[in-house]
């Protein structure tokens, strides 16, 4: 038996919806405390499989773990027994492998899995390894695991990554924050969730400047202290829905979401032909007397376009109205959702790190099989405009970033169910 979304597509999406918190933040925040021997509570934890993974990852490590209001979570991690992340957990989420750096720091030794492959590409973990290096550490890689130590505590260094790398940086970051003197990253990442650990962790009494810049300087603490902290929205699912609203011809406000981090975004749905308006707190686009235009774009790392939007305004651009041109210079195999779309009636051709589309009056529903996270919301979309019923397979992908996706769409107005068949 599988589960399985059926999506009747062909009606606008109108209404309001309330932005889960950001996966991405949430993950490296829950990581984050254990650096902490006190209490920590976090609000805005969305429901989703990662975040349950990661709760298991430090639950297996020793730390408390308790559910205290729908997105609230109290985190004890004074008695961690264990070091050791096995395969198990890093093969099902690679993002944990952002235990090492405060495993390290405050226990100076860690036994974290390397971690396997992955289905957009390649990530390597050289860079973090390096840093740790720099700071001190001794690591070896035998077994499939990557063995770290730092008898006397990791030391404050300068250190370059080569390339940007957001999980990189926030391992380097976390490792630097119990570290003797001072840390100076530069090439860092500047992505808003990079930002609110940073900004999370100076509230456990860490201090870090240079917040959302290309140099971090962490200027190492003997201690963390308890606190209490909300995290982002998660501009990606906003994103989501944005480009979903606009696709469909209708009228969506996203809710829960800081309109400066997501310009990007929003000047492509304005790009596409879509009225965006920008409140303290929300975005909503409005398409339902304009015509949707094919756009080009380029994904690169924060403040540039995200990667994790180009499927799906790959899916806005098969519907709109010209050629469009998505070219992805973060990850090397990110395009596996193109035949998928092909399923579906569009046209695209794919040359290297580059996909032209050319827009078609209307795609027609058909099975599809979703491969990695962001080809899933991609199938989604298309789904939503397609003309009669579309069935999507692989929905474990999704629910590894989408918080009740369709009980979301359905209040804006999809047909839309998820089947066990």
């Given at each position: 038996?599988?589960?399985?979304?059926?999506?009747?597509?062909?009606?606008?999406?109108?209404?309001?919806?309330?932005?889960?918190g950001?996966?991405?933040?949430?993950?490296?925040?829950?990581?984050?405390?254990?650096?902490?021997?006190?209490?920590?509570?976090?609000h805005?934890?969305?429901?989703?499989d990662?975040?349950?993974?990661?709760?298991?990852?430090?639950?297996d490590?020793?730390?408390?773990?308790?559910?205290?209001?729908?997105?609230?979570?109290?985190l004890?991690?004074?008695?961690?027994g264990?070091?050791?992340?096995?395969?198990?957990?890093?093969?099902a989420?690679?993002?944990?492998?952002?235990?090492?750096?405060?495993?390290?720091?405050?226990?100076?030794?860690?036994?974290?899995?390397?971690?396997?492959?992955?289905?957009?590409?390649s990530r390597p973990?050289n860079?973090?390894?390096?840093?740790l290096?720099?700071?001190?550490?001794?690591?070896?890689?035998k077994?499939?695991?990557?063995?770290?130590?730092?008898?006397?505590?990791?030391?404050?260094?300068?250190?370059?990554?080569?390339?940007?790398?957001?999980?990189?940086?926030?391992?380097?970051?976390?490792?630097a924050?119990?570290?003797?003197?001072t840390?100076?990253?530069?090439?860092?990442?500047?992505?808003?969730e990079?930002?609110?650990?940073?900004?999370?962790?100076?509230?456990?009494?860490?201090?870090?400047?240079g917040?959302?810049?290309?140099?971090?300087?962490?200027?190492g603490?003997?201690?963390?202290?308890?606190t209490?902290?909300?995290?982002?929205?998660?501009?990606?699912?906003?994103g989501?829905?944005?480009?979903?609203?606009?696709?469909?011809?209708?009228?969506?406000?996203?809710?829960?979401?800081?309109?400066?981090?997501?310009?990007?975004?929003?000047?492509?749905?304005k790009?596409?032909?879509?009225?965006?308006?920008?409140?303290?707190d929300?975005?909503?686009?409005?398409?339902?007397?304009?015509?949707?235009?094919?756009?080009?774009?380029?994904?690169?790392?924060y403040?540039?376009?995200?990667?994790?939007?180009?499927?799906q305004?790959?899916?806005?651009?098969c519907v709109?109205?010209?050629?469009?041109?998505?070219?992805?210079?973060?990850?090397?195999?990110?395009?596996?959702?193109v035949?998928?779309?092909?399923?579906?009636?569009?046209?695209?051709?794919?040359?290297?790190?580059?996909?032209?589309?050319a827009?078609?009056?209307?795609?027609?529903?058909?099975?599809?099989?979703?491969?990695d996270?962001?080809?899933?919301?991609?199938?989604?979309?298309?789904?939503?405009?397609?003309?009669?019923?579309?069935?999507i397979?692989?929905?474990?992908?999704?629910?590894?970033?989408?918080?009740?996706?369709?009980?979301?769409?359905?209040?804006?107005?999809?047909?839309?169910?998820?089947?066990?068949?």
């Amino acid at each position: 038996m599988e589960e399985k979304l059926s999506i009747h597509g062909g009606l606008p999406l109108i209404g309001e919806v309330r932005i889960s918190g950001a996966k991405n933040a949430a993950l490296k925040q829950l990581a984050a405390c254990l650096l902490c021997p006190e209490k920590v509570v976090l609000h805005n934890i969305p429901h989703l499989d990662d975040i349950t993974l990661m709760m298991q990852l430090l639950t297996d490590l020793g730390c408390e773990v308790s559910l205290i209001g729908r997105h609230s979570f109290s985190l004890n991690c004074a008695k961690i027994g264990s070091v050791e992340v096995p395969y198990s957990l890093v093969k099902a989420m690679r993002a944990s492998v952002v235990v090492l750096g405060p495993l390290l720091s405050r226990f100076h030794e860690a036994k974290v899995s390397l971690p396997g492959g992955c289905a957009i590409g390649s990530r390597p973990i050289n860079i973090h390894l390096d840093g740790l290096k720099a700071m001190g550490a001794h690591i070896e890689l035998k077994e499939g695991f990557i063995s770290a130590t730092a008898k006397s505590g990791l030391q404050g260094a300068e250190f370059t990554m080569p390339m940007v790398t957001v999980t990189g940086t926030e391992n380097l970051m976390l490792a630097a924050i119990l570290a003797h003197g001072t840390t100076v990253l530069h090439n860092a990442a500047r992505e808003p969730e990079v930002a609110d650990l940073a900004y999370f962790l100076n509230a456990m009494g860490a201090k870090i400047s240079g917040i959302g810049t290309a140099t971090l300087t962490i200027e190492g603490v003997k201690q963390l202290h308890g606190t209490e902290y909300s995290v982002m929205g998660d501009r990606i699912e906003a994103g989501t829905y944005l480009v979903a609203g606009a696709m469909t011809n209708g009228d969506v406000t996203t809710k829960g979401v800081q309109p400066e981090v997501m310009m990007p975004i929003v000047e492509k749905l304005k790009e596409a032909g879509a009225k965006v308006t920008c409140y303290d707190d929300a975005i909503r686009v409005d398409m339902q007397e304009h015509m949707l235009r094919a756009v080009m774009l380029e994904t690169e790392p924060y403040p540039g376009f995200p990667t994790d939007m180009q499927a799906q305004f790959m899916a806005l651009n098969c519907v709109a109205s010209g050629v469009g041109m998505i070219t992805e210079t973060i990850f090397e195999n990110r395009f596996m959702h193109v035949d998928e779309l092909k399923r579906l009636g569009a046209s695209i051709r794919v040359n290297g790190d580059v996909v032209l589309t050319a827009g078609v009056h209307k795609l027609m529903g058909a099975p599809v099989m979703a491969s990695d996270l962001r080809a899933a919301a991609c199938l989604v979309l298309a789904g939503l405009v397609a003309e009669g019923h579309t069935v999507i397979e692989g929905l474990h992908h999704m629910d590894r970033g989408y918080e009740f996706l369709e009980e979301k769409l359905l209040k804006l107005g999809a047909e839309i169910e998820r089947i066990i068949q």
